[in-house]
């Protein structure tokens, strides 16, 4: 089975709210983690990313917060606006490996 | 980030023939990846596209489904052999240097086999 996983697959929330999307992941020698957002019939967009020295980055109004205890990643995204509707997919690099192992994807819609 | 150009970006195919999918990108870059999205689906990972050298392939992928070439550092192919219905998915190609913590993707070659 997929070691990247997703709890939700659809996750609506207001424009203008906070938006969290949650990741975990089973393979503990996993380094490196992305967040990607697919928009329909396009490719995925590098959003942030994250390495498993660190606990936390930012970036411009999205946050990714590393648990390497519990082996969880979220994706936070401040104040949403309606370009933020994709599906986001977290992903891996397992040590030692080159490719990303993909998690299932969680549908983000906001709602006006 | 570098320029990804995929073609075609879409096709429909008749079963049993083989497409060639072509992934240009601006600039040279270490690594080149090619995954397949099936309709609704995530990304898997089909293979590496070594420089020089036959490509890596990942569980349950084989070079005469999939041939991949990488003439250079700049272009790789990727062919989907003697197609069925099954194969009916977005295929993208993916590239990036892992020490920058750069990976970027192309707008997929979307196939359809009827």
């Known amino acids: 089975g997929e070691s990247v996983g997703l709890h939700l697959p659809t996750l609506s929330v207001q424009e203008g709210d906070n938006s969290i999307i949650n990741c975990a992941y089973s393979?503990?020698?996993?380094?490196?983690f992305i967040w990607y957002k697919q928009e329909s019939g396009k490719g995925p967009q590098f959003i942030i990313d994250?390495?498993?020295?660190?606990d936390k980055r930012q970036g411009q109004r999205v946050t990714v917060l590393l648990n390497k205890t519990v082996k969880h990643l979220s994706l936070q995204i401040a104040a949403t606006q309606p370009g933020d509707s994709a599906v986001y997919f977290c992903?891996?690099?397992?040590?030692?490996?080159?490719?990303?192992?993909f998690g299932k994807g969680t549908h983000l819609i906001i709602q006006p | 980030s570098a320029v990804i150009s995929q073609k075609p970006s879409r096709d429909i195919c008749q079963r049993g023939t083989s497409l060639t999918i072509q992934c240009q990108v601006d600039?040279?870059?270490?690594?080149m990846f090619w995954y397949r999205q099936q309709p609704g689906q995530s990304l898997t990972l089909i293979a590496t596209a070594n420089q020089g050298s036959e490509a890596t392939y990942e569980s349950g992928f084989v070079i005469d489904k999939f041939p991949i070439s990488r003439p250079n550092l700049t272009f790789s192919t990727l062919t989907v052999s003697n197609m069925s219905p099954e194969d009916s998915s977005i295929y993208l190609c993916?590239?990036?240097?892992?020490?920058?913590?750069?990976?970027?993707f192309g707008e997929g070659s979307r196939l359809t086999v009827l």
């Open positions: 994250i390495r498993s020295n660190m």
């Open positions: 600039s040279q870059v270490t690594m």
């Open positions: 992903a891996e690099i397992q040590g030692g490996a080159d490719g990303l192992t």
């Open positions: 993916s590239v990036g240097r892992r020490d920058t913590g750069e990976l970027f």
């Open positions: 393979n503990s020698a996993s380094d490196y």
